[in-house]
């Protein structure tokens, strides 16, 4: 029995994921492999199809076409199987109005038959882990739509599970609750936890995922470590120059190669290349004969955000 | 614990709240006393099968039906309230298939039903007792017409959940319903007697039959329009419940 658990390497293996809605692809044939113990983040823009990977993947509705394993389990045939194994937070929020928030943290794990003394216990850490001992009597419906995510969130920390699938957790929180949440979520991966970590701000997952999937229209774009899709896509940086004289510089600058003007307001220019150092001395001696004096200057790697950016745009032509 | 009673005990924790508490209980027994007396100078004596009755008598008996409608209706509604809450996707995501959820939903809605059947009857019965004719049928018919009465409103409500989007259009919806099925029926006031419009109408609603199935039970009444009506409910009960469960299966997510 214990010898596929030993064996298995990935907690999610699909194949040619799809969804469609009529005509609509949603999803479009996506594959993935999300090694055990790691946080994977699946990134996109609004739209891309993210919650409706992950609505097929908790088995909440059933894919068009493809394959899915999860835990080991085949996804299309044994859907409460991997039910049972795995915890949800859905990005739409959910709660019970009616009850207080330590009730309805309690109420959830005693859905999910978690003895009562555990349960009692991990009421009492999540409302301090997840800063709620203050509004632990609160109903769910008087409390803000900050403090219902965290609610949420902490609720699926009630049972135990061998796969954590969040959706935007961090949507509505403010910057300390976000930090707070992140780093909650890092200590569980110690502790043996895998993740699937779905969100549209890269600063999240290039702090949290050990490996990052891009998603746009319902297709993947990319798939890497963040420290390798900076390398892949980030040798480009940003330089920024600042001019005393309004000048057309753009036309001044045309000339360059490997040099894509971002923005130009007419004192202030920015460029990207991923040969900067070129780049720039030539600038600097377009600049000097045509007497354009620099007020400022400045050269930055080029932000995971931006190469995100540029992917999606790149993807979308 | 099985699934489907930690969800029943989910669902009776979530719906037991003071304002439940209130509008099933303390409210009815209010209108059963109020009411009651106030109305015996306008109605003294309500001919019911082989027999007369006081109006308080008459209208306590009606109100152990009409709270069954009440209290199933509104716990028809947990429904709409986990669809508008998002805990339908959360149970749906959690270790439970559609069908425990919707089982649960019943068998919730027969507890309440029962229970608030069972305390109006308690408190209302010093105003039947003296008619009451206790029999072997008593009990078989009050339990038969609460429970085929509350799956029967508890079905109405989930239809009702599944095939609405908008709050306000639920509670439009829900009351006029409920407006329809209270005052449209034989619990506040006997069909012999009103209008023949309205004496008719009485018979297209659901709550009539449940009534008139207690009144049976708990005063030693029984006929052909009984057995007809008991019928009705059992068809009824069925059908409505078969539709919200199919209709609850199909529900898109
Ligand atoms: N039930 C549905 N019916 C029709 N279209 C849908 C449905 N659910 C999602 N979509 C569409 O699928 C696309 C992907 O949606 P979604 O997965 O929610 O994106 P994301 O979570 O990445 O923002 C969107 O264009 C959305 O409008
Ligand atoms: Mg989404």
Redesign the pocket.
């Known amino acids: 029995m214990g010898r596929k658990e030993s064996i298995l390497l990935y907690s999610i293996e699909i194949n040619s994921l799809s969804k469609s ?2 005509d ?1 692809i ?2 479009d044939g996506i594959d993935l492999k999300v090694e055990k113990g790691k946080i994977f983040g699946f990134l ?10 992950m609505k097929m993947l908790t088995t909440l509705i059933p894919p068009s076409g493809g394959k899915m394993n999860i835990l080991g389990i085949d996804g299309i045939k044994s859907p409460l199987e991997i039910r049972k194994k795995i915890g949800v937070v859905l ?1 739409q929020p959910s709660y019970e109005p009616t009850l207080s928030v330590e009730k309805s943290l309690e109420k959830y794990g005693m859905m999910w038959n978690v003895e009562k003394k555990i349960r009692k216990n991990r009421v009492e850490e999540l409302l301090i882990s997840f800063d709620l001992a203050d509004i632990r009597k609160k109903k769910n419906d008087d409390l803000s739509i900050g403090q219902r995510r965290r609610v949420q969130v902490a609720r699926e920390f009630m049972h135990d599970m061998e796969l954590l699938f969040l ?1 935007e957790p961090t949507v509505g929180l403010d910057p300390s609750a976000r930090r707070g949440l992140l780093d909650f979520i890092k200590g569980k991966v110690k502790d043996g936890l895998t993740i699937f970590f ?1 969100t ?1 701000i890269l600063e999240e997952a290039e702090y949290l995922c050990d490996d990052i999937a891009i ?1 746009n229209k ?1 297709k993947i774009i990319a798939v890497d470590t963040p420290a390798d899709l900076k390398n892949k896509f980030g040798r480009e940086k940003t330089i920024k120059i600042h001019v005393s004289e309004q000048k057309d510089m753009s036309s001044l600058l045309s000339g360059i190669p490997d040099c894509t003007v971002e923005h130009d307001s007419g004192t202030v220019l920015t460029v990207r290349s991923s040969q900067s150092e070129q780049v720039l001395q030539e600038i600097l001696k377009i600049l000097a004969s045509n007497h354009v004096p620099v007020e400022d200057l400045s050269v930055v790697p080029t932000s995971l955000e931006e190469i995100f950016l540029s992917v999606v745009k790149n993807s979308n032509a | 614990m099985h699934e489907i009673i930690r969800l029943v005990n989910r669902n009776l924790t979530i719906s037991l709240n003071m304002g439940f508490v209130i509008w099933q209980i303390i409210f009815p027994l209010i209108y059963i006393f109020v009411a009651g007396f106030a109305y015996t100078a306008l109605i003294h004596q309500v001919p019911f099968g082989n027999k007369t009755l006081d109006y308080p008598a008459f209208i306590a008996t009606g109100m152990i039906g009409f709270n069954i409608m009440n209290s199933t209706l509104i716990s028809g509604i947990i429904i709409w309230n986990d669809r508008r809450h998002g805990m339908f996707e959360q149970i749906l995501v959690g270790p439970f298939t559609r069908a425990q959820y919707i089982l649960s939903n019943v068998y919730t809605i027969g507890i309440i039903g029962l229970v608030s059947a069972a305390m109006i009857t308690a408190v209302g019965y010093p105003l039947f007792f003296k008619q009451v004719e206790f029999n072997v049928l008593t009990i078989p018919l009050v339990v038969f017409a609460s429970i085929t009465g509350s799956i029967l409103f508890g079905s109405i409500a989930s239809i009702i959940s599944t095939r609405l989007k908008s709050s306000e259009g639920f509670n439009v919806v829900i009351n006029t319903v409920f407006l329809f099925f209270a005052f449209v029926s034989t619990a506040f006031y006997p069909a012999q007697g009103a209008p023949p419009i309205l004496s008719t109408a009485f018979y297209f609603n659901p709550l009539t039959y449940l009534v008139d199935v207690v009144r049976a039970g708990i005063f030693g009444y029984f006929n052909g329009l009984v057995a007809t009506e008991m019928t009705v409910l059992g068809i009824g009960a069925t059908v409505l419940f078969l539709v919200a469960t199919k209709l609850l299966s199909k529900l ?1 997510l």
């Open positions: 809605y009529g609509f949603a999803v996109g823009p609004n739209g891309a199809g993210k919650t409706t990977t990005q959706d779905t549209h998603i319902g | 898109e």
